[in-house]
């Protein structure tokens, strides 16, 4: 009897390390199914639409034929996203300055985003990890900024870098504090240099430090020492940025009251169904979970925090100086609020309902997925959603006149010699790309020229009326395709 019975323990044992196995190995599974898809989504097509002015601008930014000087003037001629376009200047320093490859660097950043917040939400040291995962991967904001030539994936990434180093020095169980508090304010320098709005991330951390300070009396040395460098650092490259800044944007729309219904979760998830349900689900979270009574020491009150000043500090900024509140600025915030929804459910004592509101989350975003080009243009032709600049080339190459220029009358955001030789520079890439032999005019010297196309990027141009020294001359023939109007005038 004895013998059976440790043979049956025996068994036993050996039954229970195998479902802890298979558990485990179906885990690791699931994640190198949810990692593969995300990162195809990440890379599939991720050329298949030309470059848009922005993109354009960077890629004129980063060229590695200038020097280090000449690419900090350009930055502060066309825009500030200075570590994004250096990182790109290398990147073309060992791959060559090739347009098909500009967008790689985008992606790359995407998908480490998805290892980055993976381990994030092992840190949080909460369930639904995988739940986590899937939402990153499958959310078609993050998938449209990983395959743009900017600086967003790597915004979002450094924010991703900077709140596991958070964690990692505001747990009592973490060793080698001083290493982590380094990369700490490495990861924060790093994020204000990517974009300006990286100051209210800076911010966040900095109210969590007194908050916690004065109501649980803690006093974390290396969180204060390091918010205190990029604290410092942060003062000197504001008065750095208002100083050098030679342009600011005029475009933004200022915020409607229709704002106020979803607070952008919709361009955040895709759809407007699908947004209100992350921002219903989200309220109703911090209501059941009472976090925000801050009761008690809890790491995880750095997301409410940076949700609540993201928002209020660009709100504010916009009514009562001037517009800034655009989604992409704020893409850091996407991190906080899944991150809130996936621990936060864990406060519902209902299984049944737990499992019924991650179920629901999964479905609302794999049919919303379903809708977007993401999914569909594996099965169905994919349209165009950036200007078509290849049908354009192509209309004057078979043409007999092969001489074109742009009509950029409404750089006001810019000067016109610099917008023209931002497209300058790219028109005459893509066209050597494309194998296509013509000849790029520069805007307002059409001396000893009888014929001439004339490009407008409806982007730049709404109307894209003749340019005023154009005015006089006869259309020969016009021509539209997506986002692009092309004229060809007789002098």
């Known amino acids: 009897m004895a013998v059976m019975r440790r043979v049956t323990q025996t068994i036993r044992l050996l039954m229970d390390n195998f479902l802890t196995i298979f558990k485990n190995l179906k885990k690791i599974l699931i994640f190198f199914i949810i990692l593969l898809i995300g990162s195809t989504f990440r890379l599939y097509n991720l050329n298949f639409d030309g470059f848009w002015i922005d993109e354009m601008i960077t890629f004129w930014v980063a060229d590695p034929n200038i020097s280090l000087k000449e690419t900090l003037l350009r930055n502060f001629d066309a825009e500030l996203h200075f570590l ?37 939400s092992i840190i949080l040291k909460k369930k639904n990890t995988l739940f986590f995962f899937f939402l990153i991967s499958a959310n078609n904001f993050l998938i449209q900024y990983s395959q743009e030539l900017r600086s967003y994936s790597l915004f979002f990434f450094l924010t991703s870098i900077s709140l596991i180093f958070f964690f990692k020095i ?44 004065l109501k649980f009396k803690i006093k974390n040395f290396y969180l204060r020492v390091s918010n205190l460098v990029s604290a410092i650092f942060c003062f000197l490259f504001l008065f750095f940025y208002i100083v050098n800044i030679s342009h600011a944007p005029d475009w933004i729309p200022q915020i409607k009251l229709k704002f106020f219904t979803n607070f952008l979760f919709s361009t955040f998830f895709g759809s407007r169904i699908l947004g209100l349900f992350h921002l219903i689900l989200l309220i109703y979270l911090i209501a059941k979970s009472k976090i925000l009574t801050f009761k008690k020491y809890d790491q995880e009150f750095i997301m409410v925090i940076l949700l609540f000043f993201t928002y209020s500090i660009t709100i504010s900024y916009s009514y009562f100086v001037k517009p800034i509140l655009q989604a992409k600025y704020i893409i850091f915030v996407i991190i906080p609020i899944l991150a809130l929804t996936v621990s936060l459910i864990n406060f519902i004592k209902k299984k049944i309902l737990k499992k019924i509101l991650i179920l629901l989350t999964i479905l609302f975003t794999l049919t919303n997925l ?81 014929y001439l196309w004339v490009i407008c990027l409806t982007d730049l141009n709404q109307k894209c009326d003749l340019p005023k020294t154009l005015k006089n001359n006869s259309i020969l023939d016009e021509e539209n395709y997506n986002k692009v109007n092309v004229k060809l005038i007789k002098f």
């Open 370 to 450: 379903s809708t977007e080009s993401t999914v569909k243009q594996f099965f169905f032709e994919r349209p165009l959603y950036k200007p078509d600049l290849k049908s354009v080339f192509d209309t004057i190459a078979k043409s007999q006149h092969k001489d074109y220029s742009f009509n950029i009358e409404k750089g006001n955001w810019t000067s016109d010699t610099t917008l023209n030789s931002i497209i300058k520079n790219y028109s005459i890439k893509y066209t050597e790309l494309i194998n296509l032999d013509l000849n790029f005019v520069d805007f307002n010297n059409f001396k000893n020229k009888d």
């Open 170 to 213: 505001t747990d009592e169980n973490t060793g080698n504090k001083k290493i982590f508090s380094f990369l700490f304010i490495l990861s924060n320098i790093l994020i204000v240099l990517t974009h300006i709005f990286g100051l209210i991330i800076i911010f966040s951390f900095i109210f969590f430090e007194i908050i916690t300070c």
């Open 84 to 120: 994004f376009n250096y990182i790109l200047k290398f990147f073309f320093y060992i791959f060559s300055y090739d347009i098909y490859l500009a967008r790689y660097l985008s992606a790359f950043f995407g998908i480490f985003s998805l290892l980055s917040l993976f381990y994030f």
